[in-house]
């Protein structure tokens, strides 16, 4: 463990050194930039971050944010469809795109000197996408294939979409990221024009760039190709949409071919932007990682090689995000082991961490983990820029980054259990169950689950 700590805080040294402060600038138009040098290679990584996705979606709609971001790729007043790609690959740069609930994003990763490519060819998207109708029903297709493939024929994926629709009842994150099928099938090429002209504007953007580049420079290189573009006048931030209180445990069972049963169980859990104190988030993530940070973890520990209850099991949480969320728990039991026995397990290591504070040797141990894995994603450019770029998308500020490993040394095994007996209980909590059907022997082979879509 302390190897893990010494060698967690060797790294943060060495990034700071080779790391600049971050810069912030905002042009007249509205649009944001941040900046953050780091000089340990002669690259960049430029990240354009819009406030729009399945969260701000409503019914009929579901799946716009996703199709528009592939239509992204699909040219525009100036561009061919397929040029953008071409263009960053002829400069020897990677480029893609993800949907969320809470945000569109696209990246370049370039050299550092062909960052005013990567500019232009933004730029020129944000304001002058052209929908073509033939373009618009191509991918809205792919979309759909897409969402077979990742959904529809893969069981798990399939049982989480449904748990995730029922654990929400009117919060806007009971909308799948990819949409629902027959919102998909009924898409106008309307619809996608209202989500565009909207949404895609510098006042609902932030650009974010990362690497071995001068601050200076980036503003005004910013001005010279985001500072013409137009704001979105109409631009209103989305209804507040608030998950109303759960008022008893929720089940769902989900009958589909799959080779094996699947347990997924969601607590309903505040944010770091809903919780009513800060530490509860922090505390959240640490009780996360006492039950799944590896294999010294609880869940593996005693569910997977003691009991032998379970083949898997695993937690997960996450403390950035504009609404309420869950703190999940999910498995598939043992051969011979059944859903019930896994459940029953489950609870068991909620109840014991609401009832006895974890020891001092394991909370270190679960600190120094969820440090170290911290540190890790800042040594890519990479995710320096995606942290940045959720933070300032979801509604809290970049400089939240510079509290978070400070936030989860300072939570106390008190706190650990305060947040479980608070928001561990039945009542809020929603069970899914994959029940398994026979399989089709024809049937096409599953893609994996995924959690943002790119493009």
């Given amino acids: 463990m302390r190897s893990v ?29 941040i900046v953050k040098p780091d000089h ?11 406030k729009v996705g399945s969260s701000y979606e409503h019914g009929g709609i579901t799946g716009v944010s996703h199709v528009l971001e592939h ?4 040219g525009t007043k100036n561009l061919a469809p397929g040029e953008f790609s071409r263009i960053i690959a002829e400069h020897g740069g990677r480029e893609n795109a993800f949907t969320s609930r809470d945000y569109t994003a696209y990246f370049q990763s370039m050299e550092r000197s062909r960052l005013p490519v990567s500019f232009e060819l933004e730029a020129d998207r944000m304001r002058n996408l052209l929908l073509q109708p033939e373009e618009v029903a191509k991918e809205t297709r792919v979309v759909m294939e897409e969402r077979r493939l990742r959904t529809e024929d893969n069981p798990q994926a399939l049982t989480y979409e449904q748990f995730n629709a029922t654990a929400f009842l009117n919060s806007p994150y009971r909308i799948p990221v990819i949409g629902w099928m027959n919102d998909l099938e009924n898409l106008r090429l309307e619809d996608l024009q209202v989500w565009y002209q909207k949404w895609y504007a510098p006042n609902n953007a932030t650009l974010v760039v990362v690497g071995d580049v001068q601050p200076e420079a980036v503003h005004a290189l910013a001005q010279q190709y985001f500072g013409p573009l137009e704001p979105s006048p109409n631009l209103a931030p989305p209804k507040p949409r608030p998950e109303i209180p759960q008022r008893g445990t929720r089940r769902i069972e989900v009958k589909a071919p799959a080779e094996l049963p699947f347990l997924i169980m969601g607590y309903k859990v505040p944010v770091l932007l809903t919780a009513g104190e800060e530490w509860e988030a922090y505390a959240l993530e640490v009780l996360a990682g006492v ?7 609880r869940l593996s520990r005693s569910l997977v090689r003691g009991s032998q209850v379970a083949a898997e099991a695993g937690a997960g949480y996450s403390l950035y995000g504009r609404q309420q969320s869950l703190l999940t728990l999910s498995g598939t039991p043992s051969p011979g082991q059944d859903i019930a026995a896994l459940e029953q397990a489950l609870r068991e290591q909620i109840r ?3 009832e006895q504070p974890v020891s001092a040797g394991e909370l270190e141990r679960v600190k120094a983990q969820v440090v170290a894995a911290n540190v890790y994603e800042q040594d890519s450019a990479f995710y320096q820029a995606m942290k940045i770029g959720t933070l300032e998308t979801v509604g809290l500020d970049w400089r939240v980054l510079d509290d978070y490993v400070p936030r989860i040394r300072a939570v106390t095994a008190e706190q650990v259990q305060a947040v479980a007996r608070k928001y561990l ?18 049937a096409r082979p599953a893609m994996p689950m995924g959690g943002g879509h790119g493009h």
């Fill in 291 to 297: 039950l799944d940070g590896g294999n010294s973890a």
């Fill in 5 to 33: 700590l010494s060698l967690a805080l060797l790294l943060t040294s060495n990034l700071a050194l080779a790391t600049g402060e971050v810069h912030e600038y905002q042009l007249d138009n509205g649009l944001k930039l």
């Fill in 425 to 442: 209980h039945d009542d809020s909590l929603t069970v899914g169950v994959l029940d398994p059907q026979p399989m089709d022997p024809n």
């Fill in 71 to 74: 239509m992204m790729f699909k």
């Fill in 40 to 50: 340990r290679a002669p690259v960049m990584v430029s990240q354009i971050w819009y």
């Fill in 352 to 354: 014991l961490l609401r």
